[in-house]
């Protein structure tokens, strides 16, 4: 039978976790755009403090208000 311990094991599963871990990352730092900015930071300082580009963070203001 196979098991989780083998299932963790498998390439796909070890793909799939470390694609998740990526999107949450992602997803943290897109929160964090629109905190950052109502507190008052630039748009640089919040490129600068999350590692985004500018376009990352203007495209992350236009997506959600």
């Given at each position: 039978m196979f098991g989780l311990?083998?299932?963790k094991?498998?390439?796909f599963y070890?793909?799939?976790?470390?694609?998740?871990?990526?999107?949450?990352k992602v997803q943290?730092?897109?929160?964090a755009v629109s905190a950052m900015?109502?507190?008052g930071l630039t748009v640089e300082q919040v490129g600068?403090?999350?590692?985004l580009s500018v376009e990352e963070v203007r495209?992350?203001?236009q997506?959600?208000?």
């Open positions: 311990s083998e299932l094991q498998t390439r070890q793909e799939a976790f470390q694609e998740g871990i990526e999107q949450g943290g730092k897109l929160k900015l109502a507190a600068e403090a999350l590692d495209q992350v203001t997506n959600h208000p």
